[in-house]
């Protein structure tokens, strides 16, 4: 028999971090079903990396991340599009790396393992290149 790892699944409320009160009324229902979906293909990505993850950054409505050091001011983080993952020891990185048909048939693009030290950038929407792995 295969013993398999319990993996807990991300959840919404962390995706938004408590966001969604102050900043109710910016989070629409398009936002919402954009964040259900990011979560929805984030934990498939999980589940076949057998990985356990946090969420160190999930929405940021516009205010929020015009205060993030480096952040892009067009984030996909504002449209609930993209998360972030932590990912200290890079082995959720790697692993999207050594497994693209994955996050192709799951539907998620990464920001290049260079350019996020500690987490994992995953999103839902192409990059402009429309390339799985993407220079920020
Ligand atoms: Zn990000």
Known sequence: MKVRKYLPKLKLADYYMGRDREYHHELTPELRANARETLRRVNRLLKRAGLA???SSGWRPAAVNATVPGAAKG???????AIDLE????AL??????HL???EAVGLWLEHPAATPDW?????????????VFEP
Request: positive net charge; aromatic residues 2%; hydrophobic residues 30%.
């Open 120 to 132: 994992c950038h995953l999103q839902i929407q192409p990059p402009r290149s429309g390339n799985r």
């Open 87 to 90: 990912d200290r020891d890079g």
């Open 53 to 55: 993850r946090k969420i």
């Open 93 to 98: 990185d790697a692993w999207c790396i050594t």
């Open 75 to 81: 984030s996909k983080h504002i449209s609930c599009l």
């Open 101 to 103: 048909d994955v996050l």
